[in-house]
């Protein structure tokens, strides 16, 4: 299946946010998107610093701006004029504050499309409704649940799935699931499988996944059939022969309990799991410790009956040193291999991805 074109030249909002949790969408974009061409970030704090940079230590070549306005200028100077405005911004709960709505305001009112997962509709506000119909531009809310004559209910078509299946979970949120599902399809699609990433959420639908669901905005009865419906597909309408399934929150996270439906309906062969060892509560709520790690591989085990194959290691608050002796600690203690994918590379996580590879290879070249 080919690429489809870019839907435009977008600048990503997410001011104060960058580099935080809370930034989470906007650092998915700077990484990758097929969606659209990055021409910048705004975020008054990091005014004139490139945002590759900042996120992984690599320039991209995509400069944060102070504003949409000087953003928007910047691009028509170099004669790649911006067409939308992509909120970037992820915060507890997706509700956009007032700051952010005046901003998004004058992103309409200089004309261009905006495109927003959160749980606010921004179509639904009256004035940038108003403002959008005026300047003839589109407002487009990516949480909004589809009809529900279009919804799937669980089948169990996903027994017909033959492609290997890898879901990466987490023991948080915004601990770098995504980022490390999308390095683990690139790295099985160098080893010649036809490979994809499923995905289960906003940012990988701007990021241009082919194939996914976007959980939080789907009624709970129709969620499994609708991960069902995404593997399905990935693999007979996409071709794929290993498939990569994003996690979403984790499994004891208090707000976001995402992985059940996941390991229930996409049914992996294995599972990778993102960790952040220097985090001690879990992300926005204070007070709600971590459960420890080797709980959460017994949890996601036992609810899967499928093994975690290695862990992935996110480096929030830890120096080189520190994820180092983070990785030999928890290779010590789990017998799994772990590693930092953007600083150490994805492939540790395919050793101890290779035993479930190979058996899966044997019973598809036997089947």
Not at 5 to 30: M, Q, R, S, W
Not at 287 to 308: D, F, K, M
Request: aromatic share 6%.
């Amino acid at each position: 299946m080919m690429d489809a074109p870019p839907d435009g030249n977008a600048v990503i909002y997410c001011e104060g946010a960058f580099n935080t949790t809370n930034g989470k969408t906007a650092h998915g974009l700077v990484r990758r998107t097929r969606r659209y061409r990055v021409m910048s970030v705004v975020d008054s704090r990091y005014q004139g610093r490139d945002a590759g940079d900042l996120l992984d230590g690599r320039p991209s070549g995509i400069p944060v701006f102070e504003s949409v306005r000087a953003a928007v200028k910047a691009a028509r100077g170099e004669g790649h004029g911006a067409t939308h405005l992509v909120v970037g911004i992820a915060p507890d709960g997706g509700r956009l504050s007032p700051a952010a709505r005046k901003d998004v305001l004058e992103a309409l009112d200089l004309g261009l499309h905006v495109d927003a997962g959160l749980h606010d509709f921004l179509s639904e506000d009256p004035d940038m409704a108003r403002l959008a119909g005026k300047r003839g531009v589109r407002i487009r809310d990516v949480r909004e649940p589809p009809p529900r004559e279009a919804l799937h209910f669980f089948s169990g078509r996903i027994e017909e799935v033959t492609a290997f299946r890898v879901a990466v979970l987490g023991t948080d949120s915004a601990v770098g699931k995504r980022t490390t599902a999308w390095l683990v399809r690139d790295r099985l699609e160098q080893e010649g499988l036809r490979s994809e990433l499923v995905g289960t959420g906003q940012t990988a639908w701007l990021q241009g996944v082919r194939f996914g669901v976007i959980m939080d905005s789907i009624v709970n009865d129709f969620v499994a059939g609708e991960i069902e419906h995404a593997v399905w597909s990935a693999w007979k309408e996409g071709g794929a022969g290993a498939l990569v399934i994003e996690g979403q929150g984790s499994l004891m996270n208090p707000a976001y309990p995402g992985g059940f439906e996941i390991l229930a309906a996409a049914r992996p062969d294995a599972v990778v799991l993102q960790h952040a060892p220097a985090r001690r509560e879990y992300d926005g709520f204070p007070g709600y410790p971590i459960h420890p790690l080797a709980l959460q591989i017994q949890a996601v085990e036992l609810l899967s009956g499928r093994p975690v194959a290695a862990v992935a290691v996110n480096h929030e608050g830890l120096d080189e040193a520190g994820v180092e002796a983070a990785c030999r600690e928890i290779a010590e203690t789990t017998g799994l291999p772990a590693c930092d994918v953007l600083r150490q590379g994805v492939d540790p996580l395919l050793e101890g991805l290779s035993p479930f590879l190979e058996r899966w290879k044997r019973g598809r070249d036997h089947g």
